[in-house]
């Protein structure tokens, strides 16, 4: 039994509601850092509006019960039990929460950041925009709140399904490492495909690099870790300001955020999540690029690795992904278009490095091996080396003659130079 | 219904039977190359004893009626049919056997053979002797008739099961493959594991090298594909010849074969059958070091690969093994005998690598990364940057100094220079 017929609510236009979200959502992305867990549950259950005047509001209460009922993970756990006259563990996680939300609320003049953001041609990108691409919301509960862009290219056309590769790797790398993220970067920009880092020195520049090289190529996005006012590393800032010239720049990090090691792994996830394949350039043993795998491999994109000397620490990341984490290995682009596309095999290059050799059948290269290599032998001692009637080694001869291969003087037969 | 028992065969006594099987492999040896089927064939259904006997009849009807009622492989097929007056395919295949059979025959002096192979110091092992490795029984219809051997070690005690390996590769190696199979070659003698290669240039030759180095290691054995009197390649004569004082050479050729491209691949089959795993350490697009490794595939043999630069052709064929074969990625002696072993992964030596801030809990290990570089910070900006609450960030702070990572003044706090 249904009731009567509700009137639609009255409340703010489409257009108004989309504006408020977007507002909240540019609060959250200064109020919480991205690994904020309790910040994405309370967002995802009651809506970054709602959370938002909770978070005014100020009131523990309110937000315990905005969470009653929800399955919370280990970190917000016992919180809905937590209304009780002695907090909980849980209840006192979220008066943390709420007061580190608070404090950060405090000191946010969002009109005042919206404005600096907007005169720095810095957009926010949020669920439901014609630019946010769908591969985010894979992240499932770490989504995130919002993600701020610079530069001329849409990020959903970049990263397209099937059409972006993360190509990432140590900052001290080598001269190796640099020359195959720069190549690879190039190869996959030529063949139309977004080359995905994270503007760090070493292996991610090179790659960015690479694919800047291709003129109308697939283009190149760099996420970062921190905002987008003050590009990060210094050393890179020309690299990462022609990246935002000509194609473009994300982070979830608003304006005024220093890039810190849990930013970092935190902006590994979105790389990740981002693109169809993740490729390990160059890794040390415990390179942070090892994380960006790791979330491929959560996201179950698949994830390549480029060997290199095992004589060279640069590379002992790279084994590692391909001895015991299943990591395909990567020698071209070809591999790695293989990666992203799951589709055919790249063709087999050695069957292009074909000579007349190939040619032969195996009994007329049986015969071939068997004549000595500097001097002449007749054709019953051949046949004798080779094990073969006389009459199938006198063919054989005639055939190997007619390639180029041999040389006969009536029962004696020769190598041929070969040109 | 049995007829009447019948009295036990007079014959030659179980010594002097054991003798006349020795000489007629050793004569097989002679009459057969490694690759002929037909051979095996006709060894292995009547004996190598009654094979020579109808080798030396001449009459190919003899070697039908031996072969029939026996499944016959394609080379030799439709041969049981071809009893009739119509020689068939069959027929005529094996009238091309016993023909080359017979030519050879017709040249072999056995008894001189046998001894100036005596007086050369070259064994011959047949099956049933102490010598003879039971791994050999592995490759079922292409057992070789004998190996002749020269040196003072016992090749079963050599190949015991989980005790060798092969080492193989290119013979236009690089430095860093040279290196590559000289260490892990010293290493794994080291270990007691016995070093398995083919005597040639480059690639197996350091793998000779590296185990000879070893002085109480696990000795190096050559498998040749020519005979044992001349030493081949000529370039390793002096390698060979400490090989064979020190430990063993075999091949399954007779004194006076030279070798020849097919007895190299045939040559590949024994090295993979010796060995517990197969580690290709360096090998082009096309190196016959594949081989191997397929004879060691085709075997059940776990086969290995040792990644190099993908710029470096001489890798192409180890990255093609484990990409697109299955070979386990090597990097290190220990890989190598989890290989050769199953057992239990290598310890993670990445576990050794720990200093400091491995003992850092996550929280600390924020804390510390919210520190700016090279400023003091209030622990109150710290504690809005790290998003915590400012009594944790005042305990992490404190863990840090006492770790020597952060110097405090009052309420800043600053990075500890590290030592």
């Given at each position: 039994?249904?009731?009567?017929?509700?009137?639609?609510?009255?409340?703010?236009?489409?257009?108004?509601?989309?504006?408020?979200?977007?507002?909240?959502?540019?609060?959250?992305?200064?109020?919480?850092?991205?690994?904020?867990?309790?910040?994405?549950?309370?967002?995802?259950?009651?809506?970054?509006?709602?959370?938002?005047?909770?978070?005014?509001?100020?009131?523990?209460?309110?937000?315990?019960?905005?969470?009653?009922?929800?399955?919370?993970?280990?970190?917000?756990?016992?919180?809905?039990?937590?209304?009780?006259?002695?907090?909980?563990?849980?209840?006192?996680?979220?008066?943390?929460?709420?007061?580190?939300?608070?404090?950060?609320?405090?000191?946010?003049?969002?009109?005042?950041?919206?404005?600096?953001?907007?005169?720095?041609?810095?957009?926010?990108?949020?669920?439901?925009?014609?630019?946010?691409?769908?591969?985010?919301?894979?992240?499932?509960?770490?989504?995130?709140?919002?993600?701020?862009?610079?530069?001329?290219?849409?990020?959903?056309?970049?990263?397209?399904?099937?059409?972006?590769?993360?190509?990432?790797g140590s900052r001290a790398c080598t001269p190796y490492g640099e020359?195959m993220?720069?190549?690879?970067?190039?190869?996959?920009?030529?063949?139309?495909?977004?080359?995905?880092?994270?503007?760090?020195y070493g292996i991610?520049?090179?790659?960015?690099?690479?694919?800047?090289?291709?003129?109308?190529?697939?283009?190149?996005?760099?996420?970062?870790?921190?905002?987008?006012?003050?590009?990060?590393?210094?050393?890179?800032?020309?690299?990462?300001?022609?990246?935002?010239?000509?194609?473009?720049?994300?982070?979830?990090?608003?304006?005024?955020?220093?890039?810190?090691?849990?930013?970092?792994?935190?902006?590994?996830?979105?790389?990740?999540?981002?693109?169809?394949?993740?490729?390990v350039v160059e890794a040390s043993w415990r390179s942070g690029a090892l994380?960006?795998?790791?979330?491929?491999?959560?996201?179950?994109?698949?994830?390549?690795a480029v060997p290199g000397p095992v004589t060279s620490a640069a590379s002992a990341g790279c084994h590692r992904l391909i001895r015991d984490?299943?990591?395909?290995?990567?020698?071209?682009?070809?591999?790695?278009?293989?990666?992203?596309?799951?589709?055919?095999?790249?063709?087999?290059?050695?069957?292009?490095?074909?000579?007349?050799?190939?040619?032969?059948?195996?009994?007329?290269?049986?015969?071939?091996?068997?004549?000595?290599?500097?001097?002449?032998?007749?054709?019953?001692?051949?046949?004798?080396?080779?094990?073969?009637?006389?009459?199938?080694?006198?063919?054989?001869?005639?055939?190997?003659?007619?390639?180029?291969?041999?040389?006969?003087?009536?029962?004696?037969?020769?190598?041929?130079?070969?040109?």
């Amino acid at each position: 039994m249904s009731g009567p017929a509700q009137p639609p609510a009255v409340g703010p236009s489409r257009a108004a509601e989309g504006a408020e979200a977007r507002r909240a959502r540019a609060a959250w992305s200064h109020l919480a850092e991205p690994t904020d867990a309790a910040a994405h549950l309370l967002c995802r259950t009651v809506g970054h509006v709602a959370a938002l005047e909770l978070v005014r509001d100020g009131r523990p209460r309110g937000l315990l019960a905005a969470l009653a009922g929800v399955e919370l993970p280990t970190e917000v756990a016992d919180a809905a039990s937590g209304g009780g006259h002695v907090p909980s563990a849980g209840a006192r996680r979220v008066e943390t929460a709420l007061a580190r939300w608070r404090a950060r609320l405090a000191a946010l003049d969002l009109d005042a950041e919206l404005d600096r953001t907007a005169r720095r041609g810095i957009r926010l990108l949020i669920p439901g925009d014609p630019e946010w691409p769908d591969a985010l919301d894979d992240l499932g509960d770490t989504i995130p709140h919002g993600l701020w862009a610079a530069g001329p290219r849409s990020l959903a056309a970049l990263v397209a399904p099937g059409r972006a590769v993360a190509l990432v790797g140590s900052r001290a790398c080598t001269p190796y490492g640099e020359d195959m993220a720069c190549s690879l970067g190039g190869a996959l920009a030529d063949r139309g495909v977004c080359v995905v880092s994270g503007g760090a020195y070493g292996i991610d520049a090179a790659a960015h690099r690479g694919a800047l090289s291709a003129p109308d190529g697939g283009g190149t996005l760099a996420v970062l870790a921190g905002g987008l006012d003050a590009l990060y590393p210094r050393g890179n800032t020309r690299l990462l300001e022609a990246v935002r010239e000509r194609h473009l720049l994300v982070s979830e990090a608003p304006c005024g955020t220093t890039p810190t090691r849990w930013r970092f792994l935190a902006r590994n996830r979105l790389i990740a999540a981002l693109t169809g394949a993740t490729v390990v350039v160059e890794a040390s043993w415990r390179s942070g690029a090892l994380s960006t795998a790791r979330h491929a491999d959560d996201l179950s994109r698949p994830v390549g690795a480029v060997p290199g000397p095992v004589t060279s620490a640069a590379s002992a990341g790279c084994h590692r992904l391909i001895r015991d984490r299943g990591a395909v290995l990567v020698t071209e682009a070809a591999d790695v278009l293989e990666l992203v596309h799951g589709g055919p095999p790249a063709a087999d290059p050695g069957a292009a490095r074909q000579d007349e050799l190939d040619l032969l059948t195996p009994l007329d290269r049986r015969v071939l091996d068997g004549i000595p290599p500097r001097s002449w032998a007749s054709l019953a001692s051949l046949a004798l080396e080779c094990a073969l009637a006389p009459e199938a080694v006198a063919a054989a001869v005639a055939r190997l003659e007619l390639l180029g291969l041999a040389r006969t003087s009536g029962e004696r037969v020769q190598r041929a130079r070969r040109p």
